[in-house]
């Protein structure tokens, strides 16, 4: 069974080599068939695999078998968690492929196959990152979903946004990625090693942690902190989901970023949670700090926005920053916690960035005020959009609230309530969009028009073209079901029992700490504390429509606001700050020990 | 002497990436940013390819060099060095292909003039 | 102590040191022919360390380069055009001395390696090397188009 | 003798680094980077890494240069002949 | 943020990282030490599959699937530089007119194009023995191309460069390459093992197993893929003209200055 391991990235890519080779021949129905067709392959073979995947399996690239305990080929891991990313990541790809299948812009001519084509290697980079036992075949894989990812964000290269925020995610994940590769290459140096459990084995044999251990840490952080968006490393997810086209955003959102809070889990977890490697005070410290900043700055900004995309990207910010939090307990059951939150998460968020799509392909705008009340007719869309807020929120029995749950009671104390804060006010925020725009609610805001009012640091969804060639009339049916089976997905997550169980049991054979029962279920009080964050999101987005000027933007906020100012230098001055930070905060243990 | 040529080459790694840091944040034209992504980029195979170096030894290709006769540096961070060459070459590609498209939608590379997506 | 080792280690600090000067301050065409000599100057360089570490296969790094260096110039003679017209470039001093120590230490080399398949490789290596840096250079001083030629 | 060499190449990267950081002229900077990889194959090559030497030189001494003055080619072109672009603004020009 | 706030924090934040790096070099082990294990090991295993060029090995045998990854960058690189270089609905293809290359940098060119191409495959058929590999070759050999452009003019290149057959080459080395990882997986192995061909004599163009294969499959995959990467900005540069430009194109860009000195 471990020998199918490398067919859930050789797969997708073999597809996307036969769709750009024959792209051009094909019509643009059998090219999306194909693509959907893979994708599905994909997704049963993920599950086929994490079905298999107790005890973990592994699995030597190239037939290299240690000899010795050492081997020269590359490990593949097929633990829970590793194949749970990637069925994750092939599930939501084949509802981004569905979704695009009506919706998406004719494709350049001759170029029939190539925005599947792309998709799938996306596919393919993220499923191999997920099952990476190499620290170097790991940057591979995230190297090249990032290069997948620049080019799908900027595919709508006649918008002047769309290309801005592709360069700005372009260059500063690529400096995320060779931060990544000097601190492989300083922890190479070390041990000789570049598998992850090497690698954290020849560091416990080398004795407690020095500078080299430090920067080591704080370099590879740097590369995934970027990925997961963690403050001060945030400024490029906004640019990029809010211009990406709706099937890339649903990628990206739901999976991508938390791929690079899966890479930080991982790579703690195998490598530096040894003796030799961090100690555990210091990356609690490392992770909890910069989950609490991503989630109070997600959460802020999201409220501030009236760019629907852009509120939902820093609404997924907020969301990283909980999860942060939660691995940063670095105990199983904030590892349980988190697992199954960003299941959820990604059915949710997913479902709510494929109504944000109709939205622009219905009207043409993704602005809050000027699709005041305009999308009334769609009831059907301001449905999801309602349940899907509700699963942001945490209501009771979505996969989000078990998760959430779990992880609250983890992290406990004050960080307990930050998690209700987040995601009630992120929730509140997209209730408020659905009640204005689906429901009209509330006054008209002035600058319904969509020209001027904006202050310059604000970014408005008027000016976003519309996907589809022409505005649709009609939504296509795709396009409403694919969000809605998304819902009943992250809805199921936590409705079934057996669900949570298996997650449990899966992330405590894969951790490097031995086989932890821990049970997954829900509690009075996690169940209390879900509702309490409906209620909250309830009452906010209700004060919000209501009385609008109560709520609006209060100048404290500004100066946050100025802080995403656009400029690539700027993001690039933060990068570097951020890695003085993380390296401040990893810094006493280094000294004491 | 020798103990500063022991460390020599890191310190010019680090310092070569330090000085591609700061072209990039203070950089008023887009393509001269991805420029200095690149020297960035030169960094890290410098880093590499010191970490793998042993003094007095040879490259351990043996087409003109029987196996054994002499000592060879290590041949698992070049090919990583290699790789890293190929990323490098395609992801300088494909910034100058957005580097294009920023050109032709705003009108100007200048950083400091694209006013999009504040907030 | 190894003399081509040492070679290298002069053409290197004192070639590529003068070149990278060249390149770094005073008008667009000062630096191009810089950039024209810094490949002209790293060949024979890399031949040298070839032989001081006693790996002919090292040689093929040469070989690129001399096939590579030139088309590299005439990419900037080509895409400069504009630029370099007004105030062509004119380094002959320059180029020739990079071209003859280009040709002597092929011709070092050469005596050193021998007759046999190196040696055809090494003669190669120096046209290609020789001739490409001539007409690079030649282009760059305005020698790209038809009629300009001076 | 080894060690010298290592050092000078070392000292020419980080000379040539620096220099392709501080020249803010995309075009200069284009020959700067072109020097650049030459001087890096040579490192590669005295650090015993022929193939890392080779493939550097096969991008870094035609292919990125070539890639470099095609954009700046293609972003001059729209600055210089088309004062209001599509963005309204004139295009902010790097070089002489 | 202004300038000079901005530098600030770049002090602030580079400071930093280079306190950081500085401390982390001091703790490294010595540059030139004796201590690679797995650099040894590598060596071995390469030998004891006939591989003359351990480099080589390591790439495309021990650690062949992070060049299966290397290899989807490049792909993905280039099907996302064709995607965002496309011609838009707001532009318009302009015909080049023909540069004139004065004689020498044309017959120069004519001349080094073959042996540049020679350079290339020779490049790439040594990989498994001698420095060099499908990469370098094929890139060499790409840029080789070129020289039509350089030498002569767009419109020779063109001639020479119809892109369909090289976007299809693209794709259908790297689904060779995966086809030879599979095909091992089929015979029972694991997937990329090197174990379908002998691996017969050390230092000979027919040893190291599969190796070569891989090598010629990234060579083809390179090459194409450079020319298809060059093709899309060489389009931009010299053809492609929107509505910000005017239509009047010249492939020649010294024409200009001619013109305003008779």
Redesign the interface.
């Known amino acids: 069974m471990h020998h199918l391991l490398p067919l859930l990235v050789a797969v997708p890519l073999l597809g996307a080599a036969l769709l750009a080779a024959g792209g051009r021949l094909v019509p643009r129905f059998v090219a999306q068939s194909v693509a959907c067709a893979v994708a599905a392959g994909t997704a049963a073979l993920a599950v086929l695999l994490l079905t298999h995947s107790s005890p973990p399996l592994t699995e030597w690239a190239g037939g290299w078998e240690p000899v010795e305990g050492h081997s020269v080929g590359i490990a593949l891991t097929g633990d829970g968690p590793g194949l749970g990313m990637a069925a994750l990541v092939s599930v939501l790809t084949l509802a981004a492929l569905a979704y695009s299948w009506r919706s998406f812009d004719e494709p350049p001519h001759g170029h029939a196959g190539a925005f599947p084509a792309l998709v799938l290697v996306f596919q393919a980079g993220m499923c191999g990152f997920a099952t990476a036992g190499d620290l170097f075949n790991a940057f591979v894989w995230f190297e090249l979903m990032s290069v997948v990812a620049y080019a799908l964000t900027g595919h709508r290269v006649e918008e002047a946004r769309a290309v801005q925020g592709a360069l700005a995610f372009a260059v500063v994940n690529s400096l995320g990625a060779y931060a990544l590769l000097m601190g492989i290459g300083l922890l190479y140096a070390r041990t000789g090693e570049l598998g992850l459990a090497e690698i954290g084995g020849a560091l416990n044999a080398h004795g407690p942690p020095d500078a080299l251990v430090l920067a080591g840490f704080v370099l590879v952080l740097t590369g995934l902190l970027v990925k997961a968006a963690a403050v001060p490393f945030q400024f490029w997810l906004p640019d990029a989901h809010a211009v990406a086209p709706t099937p890339v955003c649903m990628l990206l959102s739901g999976v991508m970023v938390e791929l690079g809070v899966f890479g930080v889990w991982r790579v703690y977890d195998t490598v530096f949670s040894g003796p030799g490697g961090l100690p555990a005070a210091d990356a609690e410290r490392v992770l909890t700090v910069l989950g609490a900043l991503t989630a109070v700055l997600g959460a802020v900004m999201c409220w501030h926005q009236r760019h629907i995309k852009r509120l939902l990207a820093y609404s997924t910010i907020a969301h990283t920053g909980l999860f942060l939090l939660g691995i940063g307990t670095l105990t199983p059951e904030g590892d349980d916690g988190v697992a199954l939150y960003v299941v959820g998460h990604a059915g949710v968020k997913a479902a709510l960035f494929a109504c944000a799509g109709i939205l622009l392909d219905r009207y043409g705008s993704v602005d809050e005020h000027v699709l005041h009340g305009r999308a009334r007719p769609l009831r059907g869309v301001g449905v999801l959009v309602v349940v899907g807020a509700l699963g942001l929120a945490g209501l009771p029995p979505f996969g989000t609230a078990l998760g959430k749950s779990v992880a609250e009671e983890a992290v406990g104390g004050p960080l307990t309530v930050l998690y209700v804060l987040a995601s009630a006010v992120t929730a509140a925020a997209v209730l408020r969009v659905a009640a204005r725009v689906f429901l009209g609610l509330g006054p008209t805001p002035e600058d319904a028009g969509g020209e001027g009012a904006a202050d310059a640091y604000e970014t408005t969804g008027t000016g976003e073209e519309p996907e589809t060639r022409q505005r649709l009339g009609r939504v296509p049916d795709t396009m409403t079901v694919v969000p809605a089976l998304l819902l009943a997905g992250a809805l199921a997550a936590g409705a079934v029992p057996a669900f949570g169980t298996a997650v449990a049991r899966a992330m405590s054979e894969a951790t490097s700490a031995g086989l932890v029962h821990t049970s997954v279920h829900w509690t009075p009080l996690g169940v209390g504390l879900g509702l309490l964050s409906t209620v909250l999101a309830v009452a906010l987005a209700a004060l919000a429509v209501g009385r609008p000027g109560l709520l609006a933007a209060p100048g404290w906020a500004l100066p946050l606001r100025r802080l995403q100012s656009g400029h690539i230098g700027d993001y690039v001055a933060w990068l570097l700050v951020g890695t003085t930070v993380l390296g401040a905060l990893a810094l006493p243990g280094i000294l004491s020990g | 002497m020798t103990t500063l040529t022991h460390v020599l080459p890191y310190l010019v790694a680090a310092w070569v990436f330090l000085a591609g840091c700061y072209g990039l944040a203070t950089s008023r034209d887009l393509i001269h940013a991805v420029g200095c992504l690149s020297v960035c980029q030169a960094a890290t195979y410098v880093l590499l390819l010191a970490v793998g170096y042993r003094d007095g030894a040879t490259a351990p290709v043996f087409s003109d060099l029987a196996p054994g006769s002499r000592p060879v540096v290590d041949p698992v961070v070049q090919a990583l060095a290699l790789t890293d060459v190929v990323v490098g070459a395609t992801v300088t590609a494909l910034l100058l292909a957005l580097v294009v498209q920023v050109a032709k939608r705003h009108g100007t590379v200048d950083p400091d003039e694209l006013s999009e997506l504040r907030g | 102590m190894n003399g081509w080792i040492l070679a290298a280690a002069v053409v290197l600090a004192a070639g590529l040191g003068a070149t990278l000067r060249g390149v770094v301050t005073g008008p667009l065409r000062r630096r191009a022919a810089a950039q024209n000599l810094s490949t002209a100057l790293a060949c024979p360089a890399l031949l040298l360390l070839a032989q001081g570490y006693a790996r002919p296969a090292y040689v093929d790094l040469a070989l690129v380069l001399a096939v590579l260096g030139p088309v590299g110039t005439l990419v900037f003679a080509r895409l400069l055009a504009d630029e370099l017209a007004d105030d062509p470039p004119h380094a002959r001093t320059a180029t020739f001395t990079a071209a003859a120590l280009g040709a002597a230490v092929v011709v070092a080399v050469s005596v050193a390696t021998g007759p046999g398949r190196a040696l055809v490789k090494l003669l190669v290596i120096g046209a290609l090397l020789v001739g490409g840096n001539l007409v690079a250079s030649r282009a760059l001083a305005g020698g790209m188009q038809e009629g300009r030629r001076d | 003798m080894t060690e010298a060499v290592i050092v000078v190449a070392l000292l020419l990267v980080g000379a040539c680094a620096t220099a392709a950081v501080a020249v803010r002229d995309p075009v200069r900077q284009s020959l700067v980077l072109a020097v650049l990889g030459v001087v890096l194959a040579v490192l590669f090559t005295v650090l015993q890494a022929p193939d890392v030497g080779l493939s550097q030189l096969a991008v870094g001494s035609a292919l990125t240069p070539l890639l470099l003055l095609l954009t700046v080619r293609k972003v001059r072109r729209r600055a210089q002949r088309a004062p209001d672009g599509p963005a309204g603004r004139r295009g902010r020009e790097g070089g002489p | ?1 202004s ?1 000079r706030m ?2 600030w ?2 002090a ?28 040894d ?3 071995e ?3 004891s599959r006939h591989t ?8 495309f ?10 290899m ?19 532009e318009h293809r302009a015909r080049p007119e023909p ?7 044309r017959r ?2 004519l001349l ?1 194009l073959p ?2 191409l020679l ?1 290339g495959l020779y ?1 790439v058929a ?1 990989g498994q ?5 499908g ?2 070759g094929g ?2 050999a790409a ?2 191309l ?2 039509l ?3 002569a003019d767009y419109r020779a290149l063109e001639r020479v460069r119809p892109l ?1 057959p090289y ?2 080459g ?3 080395a ?2 060779a390459y ?2 030879t ?2 095909a ?2 089929l015979a029972g ?7 379908l061909l002998p691996y017969g004599t ?2 000979t163009l027919a040893s190291a197993g599969t190796v070569p294969l891989l090598n010629a499959a990234i060579g083809m995959e ?1 090459a194409c893929a ?1 020319v298809v ?2 093709a ?3 389009d ?2 010299v053809e492609i003209v ?5 239509g009047e194109r010249h492939d ?3 024409r ?3 013109r305003e000195r008779p």
């Open positions: 943020m300038p901005r530098l924090l770049v602030a934040g580079g400071a930093g990282l280079a306190a950081l790096l500085v401390a982390a070099c001091l703790d490294l082990p010595r540059f030139g030490g004796d201590r690679h294990p797995c650099g090991r590598a060596v295993a390469s030998l003359a060029n351990t480099v080589a090995s390591v790439t045998d021990q650690r062949a699937f992070d060049t299966l990854g290397e989807s960058i490049l792909f993905a690189a280039v099907l996302g530089s064709v995607v965002l270089l496309r011609q838009t609905r707001d540069a004139a290359v004065s004689r020498p940098v120069y060119a080094v042996v540049a350079t490049v040594h023995v001698s420095p060099g590999g990469f370098q890139v060499v840029t080789a070129h020289l452009y350089l030498g369909a976007e299809a693209d794709a259908l790297a689904s995966l086809v990882g599979l091992a997986l192995s694991a997937f990329l093992a090197n174990t050390f230092n390179v450079v990467l060059l899309g900005f060489l931009q540069a929107d509505e910000g430009e005017s020649d860009p010294g200009p200055g001619k």
